[in-house]
């Protein structure tokens, strides 16, 4: 990467649009999905980058530059609530020379000579930033973060936490905002990925994204349960002053009843703060929460008032993070993980090493990219890396100590847990196993999906049951367990009706109505049965229309064979549909790449029927069953428009002339595909007899 200040102005400019869109993905991750894409330390990184490109080009800065936003939009599903005083992040210092910088620049804004200037200094709790409202002492409201403006509305959930008091205790002013940190501690994060890995739910990355998934819950009863703390620190709106230091504020906080972070101190010149810097860094393995630096805040609330704000930061507060905690150890081994979607994710084994305080034994490598990029392989020194994330990562391979004859990763093609092919779809970094109909690492994933809404839709069939059927299975009359291992096991259950009736929660009645409504679905639109297969991208949509192009299962799995031949006619023919393309069409190649998969659909379709997909429903339109190509450059409509409108009257509309096509379409300078029409014969038509055609006025 070209340093900032080596760059041109364009490769700025494109280099300020690259982050800007990097940076707002991983934000989305991070702040909507609750699921970072990097760690701390390298989108810290990215934003740095993006600032120090941005001081040397200000022309250059972007209407969505990072720099002018905090975080995120918030997601759907709250109400958004507008902060009185916003809700802005914290510049960041990462040595002492930063600090000192941040300093001078304090000093010089507010025109001190050798006073000390004090300052408090808080530990940086990894959490999640909100605010709440109190009106004549009462919880009012809060909200989260958000872009900083205006966040979610998670009143409902603040009030299960009990760090939160409902009613300040002793005076306060009629209106007062108050800021703090939503927390999760580790034992009680590990505790809770514990819960949720049994319960196959998804597993948090680190406390804080815990934290944060946990109180931006749509249902507060979720929230309740999960054990959220509190650390109270800033003032957003009061309507009257309540202090004149920050440290007095604190002060405020706790006797409200708010829990401070007791490591807090108040320092009396900015010499203290290296000290106190290494004395939070030596303790922090030690900490029952995650920090990932220190806050310094200017004490005085009067110089706090005159400094005020630049851009998106305070000027009287800066966050001094820790380096981000490495070690070096060796790599002994890569494993394969297989996720509950079939992503083959490979995890480094490493040599037992002390990074920070935590014995670290397992880093992930993220996918074959990353490892290519790190060329890392078996045997290699290690640089190890965490930064503040659970799971640590691999940073960097020291090329001078590898082994001779150390041989390049080669990353498997086959899923390591069922054999199947591994496939990466087009634009995607990850492996994915395509064997997810029989591959023990998917079952349970597939079952739901199998059985659910727009699928197969059994009553009484739900998640719970499938993966208790799924991992506990049924005892048979032979002493034996029948496990729901693949979707033909499905249909065998009514097999088992005895042994599912003496389940607890069962009986009799409702084993029968489980059977009675496992046998009603044996009958299956030919849709409903190709959604259900969960070939990834083949949602309710796309099953619909490749059932009206295939018409029957057997014309549909026989042609989904032909195609997986590249360049075949089949292929050729599976793209062009529309609402399919080249991308869905690979996608269904791989899947009948795979034989096991063929396998499992041969096994249903024996113990199914499945219906022939009805003709569309405009058949009776002028163009019924009509194979159509527009080429050139239509006049009187635009090329969707003219598509829309021929499948209206029954027709398929496809890309590319071929034997099959019965009607070409040509617009002005029709080229290639005008040629091969003539060459096979195919009918053509101007765009006026086209109009004509479907019944469209004539155009002047
Ligand atoms: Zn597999």
């Known amino acids: ?3 900032a200040d080596r760059l041109t102005e364009a490769e700025a400019a494109a280099e300020l649009a690259r982050l800007a869109a990097e940076i707002a993905r991983h934000d989305r991750l991070y702040h909507e999905q609750d699921t970072p ?14 600032d120090a490109i941005e001081a040397r080009f200000p022309a250059l800065v972007r209407a969505d530059s990072p720099s002018r936003r905090v975080g995120a939009q918030p997601a759907s599903g709250f109400a958004k609530l507008r902060h009185r005083v916003p809700m802005l992040s914290l510049d960041n210092a990462f040595a002492p020379e930063d600090f000192a910088e941040f300093c001078r620049r304090a000093r010089r804004f507010l025109n001190l000579k050798d006073e000390p200037l004090a300052f408090v200094a808080e530990p940086k709790i990894d959490g999640l930033s909100i605010s709440l409202t109190y009106e004549n002492g009462e919880f009012q409201r809060g909200a989260t973060r958000g872009d900083g403006l205006e966040g979610e509305d998670v009143t409902a959930n603040l009030r299960t936490i009990a760090a939160v008091p409902k009613r300040l205790a002793g005076a306060a002013p009629a209106l007062i905002e108050i800021r703090g940190e ?8 590990l505790a809770l990925n514990a819960a949720q890995q049994a319960a196959g739910q998804k597993l948090f990355a680190n406390p804080r994204n815990a934290a944060a998934g946990s109180l931006r819950q749509l249902d507060p009863a979720i929230t309740a349960a999960r054990p959220l703390s509190l650390f109270a620190y800033a003032m957003g709106e009061a309507s009257a002053p309540v202090a004149a230091t920050h440290w007095e504020w604190l002060e405020r906080l706790a006797g409200w009843g708010f829990t401070v972070n007791p490591l807090s101190r108040r320092l009396s010149g900015e010499a203290e703060a290296a000290g106190f810097q290494a004395e939070i860094g030596a303790a922090r393995a030690g900490l029952p929460y995650d920090i990932d630096g220190v806050v310094y805040k200017i004490d005085d609330l009067a110089l706090q008032s005159r400094l005020g704000f ?13 380096p981000a905690e490495q070690a070096t150890t060796l790599l002994l081994d890569i494993a394969i993980q297989v996720g509950r979607t079939g992503a083959l994710t490979p995890v480094a084994q490493l040599q037992p090493v002390n990074v920070g305080g935590v014995l670290v034994t397992r880093a992930t490598l993220h996918n074959a990219d990353e490892i290519a990029r790190l ?14 994330d659970v799971i640590p990562q691999i940073v960097a391979v020291d090329r001078s100590r590898r082994p001779e004859g150390a041989a390049p990763y080669a990353f498997p093609d086959h899923c390591p847990v069922c054999g199947s092919l591994a496939a990466r779809a087009p634009g995607e970094v990850v492996l994915r196993c395509t064997g997810g109909l029989t591959c023990p690492a998917q079952t349970e994933e597939r079952l739901i999906h ?12 739900g998640e719970k049951t499938i993966r208790e059927f ?10 034996e367990t ?7 096991d499905i249909f065998r259950l009514p097999a088992h009706e005895a042994a599912i009736a003496v389940r607890e929660g069962w009986g009799a009645l409702s084993a029968a109505n489980l059977t009675r409504a496992i046998r009603a679905r044996q009958r299956i639109p030919l849709a409903r049965f190709i959604y259900a297969l969960g070939i990834r991208r083949i949602g309710e949509a796309n099953a619909k229309l490749l059932a009206r192009h295939y018409a029957s299962f057997a014309n549909w799995r026989a042609q989904m064979l032909a195609a997986v031949q590249i360049g075949s006619e089949a292929r050729s023919d599976l793209g062009n549909i529309l609402g399919i393309g080249p991308a869905i069409a690979e996608e269904l190649a791989e899947f009948f790449a795979e034989p096991r998969n063929v396998a499992t659909l041969d096994e249903l379709a024996a113990l199914l029927q499945i219906e022939d997909a009805e003709a569309p429903a405009a058949a009776a339109g002028a163009l019924a069953g009509k194979v159509v190509v527009f080429t050139g450059t239509l006049q009187t409509m635009a090329r969707p428009e003219a598509k829309a409108l021929a499948e209206k009257l029954g027709a398929r509309v496809t890309e590319t002339v071929s034997r099959k096509t019965d009607l070409v379409v040509l617009g002005a300078d029709a080229g290639s595909k005008a040629r091969r029409a003539a060459e096979l014969g195919v009918r053509t038509v101007t765009e006026q007899e086209w109009r004509d055609l479907a019944g469209l006025p004539a155009q002047a």
Request: no cysteine; hydrophobic share 45%; proline share 4%.
């Open 182 to 189: 939503v927390f999760m501690s580790k034992t009680d994060f």
């Open 375 to 388: 060329d890392v392989r078996i045997g290699d020194t290690v640089l190890l890396q965490r930064a503040g």
């Open 470 to 479: 799924h991992a506990e299975g049924l005892a048979t009359t032979e002493g």
């Open 37 to 50: 894409g990097i760690s701390d330390a390298e989108y810290d990184a990215l934003r740095r980058r993006n």
């Open 310 to 322: 630049v851009g998106r930061a305070p000027r009287w507060a800066i966050a001094w993070k820790f």
């Open 482 to 488: 029948f496990h729901l291992r693949g979707p033909a």
């Open 450 to 461: 199998f059985v659910s809404r727009g699928a197969f839709d059994i009553e009484g069939l």
């Open 1 to 3: 990467m070209t340093p």
